[in-house]
């Protein structure tokens, strides 16, 4: 069974102190690992879509990498409008699209 | 654009009494997604349409939940009978292109409580 598991569930940073988000996936021939972040009352917003091991994306201060078995979002000097929950998901073969729970970050000013 | 527009934003409604969630996508969008989340599962695909046919049904939980999408530009979710478990934020989601590999732009969720 596909799955994707993120980690930790919550994240407490000061500003400017970076950091790592993790999505790890079990997936048989990976179509895609998406990145969404999502603020609260309202919908994912679409950040990245990776497709291979050794893929990087940057957007700001967001950069998201990818392994054959998990990818990482590092934050950068994150700050306080950073705060929000990132969701990563997969895709293989012809199964759904699987998402993980997601990752609650707050940045302290 | 007004990007994915749904409706009702908030819906309450008790046990046993049907349940439509609508959807205008993106236009020119041609790939279309309902989603459902919830704290303990997270987030759910339900269905996945394609140039209005419907390509994958296999998160749909359960025969009271139908969707349909009667043109390009609107789509309905339907619980009959709706039942106190399916309270969650339902959101709708649509993808210019023909294919589940690409990222898809979400609606701001209808919140589904059922009593």
């Known amino acids: 069974e596909d799955q994707v598991t993120q980690s930790p569930e919550a994240l407490r940073l000061q500003e400017g102190e970076s950091s790592s988000l993790n999505c790890s996936y079990t997936v048989s021939g990976l179509r895609g690992l998406f990145w969404y972040r999502q603020d609260p009352g309202k919908g994912p917003e679409f950040l990245f879509t990776l497709y291979s091991a050794g893929e990087e994306k940057e957007k700001e201060r967001l950069k998201a990498t990818l392994t054959k078995k998990e990818s990482f979002l590092h934050i950068t000097a994150p700050k306080p409008e950073d705060s929000a929950t990132y969701l990563c998901?997969?895709?293989?073969?012809?199964?759904?699209?699987?998402f993980g729970k997601g990752t609650r970050l707050s940045v302290i000013a | 654009d007004a990007g994915v527009i749904q409706s009702p934003r908030h819906e309450v409604t008790e046990m046993g009494q049907e349940v439509t969630l609508r959807c205008k996508p993106i236009s020119g969008h041609n790939s279309l997604f309902w989603y459902r989340q919830t704290m303990m599962r997270g987030l759910e695909l339900l269905i996945y349409f394609n140039n209005n046919v419907p390509i994958d049904d296999s998160g749909m939980p359960e025969d009271r939940f139908s969707a349909k999408m009667p043109n390009a530009s609107f789509s309905t979710l339907k619980i009959q009978p709706s039942e106190p478990r399916d309270s969650a934020v339902y959101f709708c989601?649509?993808?210019?292109?023909?294919?589940?590999?690409?990222?898809?732009?979400f609606g701001q969720g209808t919140r589904l409580t059922v009593v």
């Open positions: 998901g997969s895709r293989g073969g012809n199964t759904p699209l699987v």
């Open positions: 989601a649509s993808s210019p292109r023909d294919s589940m590999n690409t990222e898809a732009f």
